[in-house]
């Protein structure tokens, strides 16, 4: 199965997981990327996010093709894409992959991140303690 989701709301890290988890797999490997509260030495206070949404979709998707075609033992999929403001400590990006064995869903999730944020059309502006933003 392949979930994908673009939310406006605090991503559950707990249902996440539990839609990665299935009872032939003995591996769920999940990155879950958050924001910090600093960048190149500016404090930062929020994310925010803008996507064009069914395109950014369409290249989840064929990168979900893409880790099916080199780990085919790769069971469930879930990226889960937060829009909007994201404030410090919380996630902007869950993504989760079961597989049978952790070797394939520890592969698959490094492959997944890399490839959403070269190729998704999400875009990030990140906002500073004095006023200023960078996209």
Known sequence: MNHIDLVKEKISIDAV???ARTSSCGAVS?????????????TVIRLEYEAY????KKMIAEICQ???AKWPSVENIIV????????VKEASIVIAISSPHRE???KAVEFCINSVK???TVWKKEIYA??????
Not at 32 to 42: A, E, P, V
Not at 80 to 87: A, E, Q, S
Not at 130 to 135: I, K, P
């Open 17 to 19: 997981s539990d839609l």
């Open 30 to 42: 999940m990155f879950i990327g958050t924001t910090r509260d600093n960048f190149d030495g500016k």
């Open 53 to 56: 949404e069914s395109m950014a």
């Open 66 to 68: 893409e880790i099916r």
């Open 80 to 87: 889960i894409h937060r829009l909007g403001v994201v404030p």
């Open 104 to 106: 394939d869903a520890l």
């Open 118 to 120: 070269r190729s998704a």
């Open 130 to 135: 004095d006023n200023s933003e960078e996209v």
